[in-house]
C-alpha cells in the first residue's frame, strides 16, 4: 500500500514561529500536494508539485512556501504562522490515472 | 475554472438502509476525473469510487456505486446497506484529465451519520 507519513499529527505554535509540516511518500509519486481543510470550505489546495523541485501555487499560496529536495518528501513551511493558519493540513501524493493517497492531517493550532 | 458542489452539509441514514449524497460540478472540459472521498474522524482521506468521465458506465466498489450523469454535470454517490463505519465526511472532487497538472477539486463536504 502507498503510505503517506506527516510528521506531525498535532502542533501548537505561537504566532510569529516558523513550523515546517513534513510529509513523506513511499510510492515514487511524482506529484505531491498540500491542502489545508477547514470546515465549510473544504479543502483549498495551497502548493504542489509534479517533480523534484519543481513547485506551483495552488489557490491559496500566501503565508506558505513549500521545500522539495527529494522525491520523496514534500515539506510545508509557515516562515510566520497566525492566528488565521490554524487549521487542518492535509499532504497528498498522487499518480496520473488514480485517486490521492492522503496522510493522516497535521491539526495546526496558532496561539 | 471547474467548480464542485455539495450541497447537502449534512445527512442520517437508518443502519441497513441507502442514501445518496450529491454532487454537482462545472466544467467545460469534456475528459476528466470524478471521485468520492471518505474521511472518518480518523481524519485519514481514503478513496471511495472513481469515475472516467468518457465510461458511460457507473463505476461500483461493492456498496458503494454512482449515478453520473454528465450533461447534467452531476455525480452522486450511492451507498447501501450502511453500516455504522460509513459514519464519515464524505468529499466529492475533480481533476482535469488533459490539464497536465494533477490537482483536485473538491466540493466542501457531507457528513454522513448513521443511526443504529
Known amino acids: 500500500d502507498v503510505k503517506v507519513t506527516q510528521s506531525s499529527r498535532y502542533l501548537v505554535k505561537r504566532t510569529g514561529e516558523k513550523v515546517f509540516l513534513e510529509c513523506v511518500q513511499d510510492?515514487?509519486?511524482?506529484?505531491m500536494f498540500w491542502y489545508r481543510q477547514d470546515p465549510g470550505l473544504g479543502l483549498r489546495l495551497i502548493y504542489f508539485?509534479?517533480?523534484?523541485?519543481?513547485?506551483e501555487k495552488g489557490d491559496i499560496p500566501e503565508g506558505y512556501s513549500v521545500s522539495r529536495e527529494k522525491k520523496e518528501r514534500f515539506s510545508l513551511i509557515l516562515e510566520s504562522t497566525s492566528t488565521n493558519q490554524t487549521s487542518m493540513y492535509l499532504c497528498?501524493?498522487?499518480?496520473?490515472?488514480?485517486?490521492?493517497?492522503f496522510g493522516s492531517g497535521t491539526r495546526l493550532t496558532v496561539v | 475554472a471547474q467548480t464542485v458542489t455539495q450541497s447537502q452539509p449534512e445527512m442520517s441514514v437508518q443502519e441497513a438502509e441507502t442514501v445518496t449524497l450529491s454532487c454537482t460540478y462545472d466544467?467545460?472540459?469534456?475528459?476528466?476525473?470524478l471521485f468520492w472521498y471518505k474521511q472518518p474522524p480518523s481524519r485519514q482521506m481514503i478513496l471511495v469510487i472513481r469515475?472516467?468521465?468518457?465510461?458511460?458506465q457507473n463505476a461500483t466498489e461493492n456498496r458503494f456505486s454512482v449515478n453520473f450523469q454528465k450533461a447534467a454535470k452531476s455525480f452522486s454517490l450511492k451507498i447501501s446497506d450502511s453500516q455504522l463505519g460509513d459514519a464519515a465526511m464524505y468529499f466529492c472532487?475533480?481533476?482535469?484529465?488533459?490539464?497536465?497538472?494533477?490537482?483536485?477539486?473538491f466540493g466542501t463536504g457531507t457528513r454522513l451519520k448513521v443511526l443504529a
Open positions: 497528498a501524493s498522487g499518480g496520473l490515472r488514480g485517486g490521492y493517497t
Open positions: 510510492m515514487d509519486h511524482e506529484n
Open positions: 508539485s509534479y517533480d523534484v523541485k519543481m513547485k
Open positions: 466544467t467545460s472540459e469534456s475528459d476528466y476525473y
Open positions: 469515475q472516467e468521465a468518457y465510461k458511460q
Open positions: 472532487a475533480y481533476r482535469s484529465f488533459t490539464s497536465g497538472t494533477y490537482k483536485y477539486i
